[in-house]
């Protein structure tokens, strides 16, 4: 089931590590890149459950595209422990056009394939998607 626009189909890898993610909270967060050769999205790194968000922006490379989960834990005003499962697609400045158009085109049959995404944040550098931006959209 390839996606019309850009061919990219979605290994099962991926719907499986987010629904473990999701569930089990077994991974603090996933980074999926596009395999060209086999024309579809494959999960490329799992971050484990005591990983910061550091280590989770450090594995993004500067130069490529990516698309990513985040589970976000924060405390409320009223002192409630909460989560929120952000999806990053990230899309740095300096990387190949035709890696951007393919992420562009492939990125919203991706995310119809991972259900329980509460916000998206798209990024083209690193201050986009930095800790302040992170807990001002989970609240």
Request: charged content about 35%.
């Amino acid at each position: 089931m390839a996606n019309a626009a850009s061919g990219m189909a979605v290994d099962d890898d991926c719907k499986l590590k987010f629904l473990e993610l999701k569930a089990k909270r077994t991974h603090r967060f996933i980074v999926f890149k596009i395999d060209e050769k086999l024309k579809q999205v494959v999960v490329e790194k799992l971050g484990e459950p005591t990983m910061s968000y550091e280590d989770f922006t450090a594995s993004l490379p500067a130069d490529e595209c990516r698309y990513a989960i985040y589970d976000f834990d924060f405390v409320t005003e009223e002192n409630c422990q909460k989560s929120k499962i952000f999806f990053i697609a990230w899309s740095p400045d300096i990387a190949r056009v035709r890696s951007k158009m393919l992420y562009a085109s492939s990125k919203d049959r991706f995310k119809r394939e991972l259900d329980g995404i509460q916000v998206e944040l798209q990024a083209t550098d690193p201050t986009e998607m930095d800790i302040d931006v992170i807990r001002g959209r989970a609240n």
